[in-house]
């Protein structure tokens, strides 16, 4: 590794808060009006409301867009949630951002991550993913990430 490396590194480390928060959450999601479509392609569009339990206690409001195709069990959805609250009772807002893709037989992937520069009031300069379990009907999860160190 380049002493420039070691450097931003040491920095990096210096500078920043890794954790991670674990809990629950309840979410509604409903259906939208249409909006002008584009000829051929199946979007639909959500409104997504949770209410989070844990190490995040807050509410989130956001937009989903999903796309079907004509094979069952394939689709994919973008989305962008706002997140009031408190995170480890540091409290602010920030911003989440879904992409997420599912294969006909079950493959399914998904990336939430942090939008940068969204994090407000303690929670400047947030970064992080948050991976979603849902097991019995029950939702939770688990959020890695960073903040800048307030020392």
Do not use: C, W
Request: aromatic share 6%; no cysteine; hydrophobic share 45%.
């Amino acid at each position: 590794m380049a002493d420039g490396e070691v450097a931003f590194l040491s920095t990096l480390t210096a500078n920043t808060m890794p954790a991670i928060a674990t809990g629950t959450f309840e979410v509604k999601v409903i259906p939208l009006p249409a909006d002008e479509k584009v000829s051929g392609v199946a979007v639909g569009r959500m409104s997504i409301d949770k209410q989070f339990h844990g190490d995040i206690v807050g509410t989130s409001k956001g937009e989903m867009m999903t796309a079907m195709t004509s094979v069952k069990g394939s689709a994919g959805y973008v989305a962008i949630e706002m997140v009031e609250g408190a995170v480890h009772g540091k409290p602010g807002a920030f911003t989440l951002m879904h992409h997420a893709t599912m294969k006909a037989g079950g493959d399914f992937a998904l990336q939430i991550v942090v939008v940068p520069d969204s994090g407000t009031h303690e929670l400047l300069g947030l970064s992080g993913t948050l991976a979603i379990v849902i097991e019995g009907g029950v939702h939770s999860y688990q959020f890695d990430y960073t903040l800048p160190d307030a020392a």
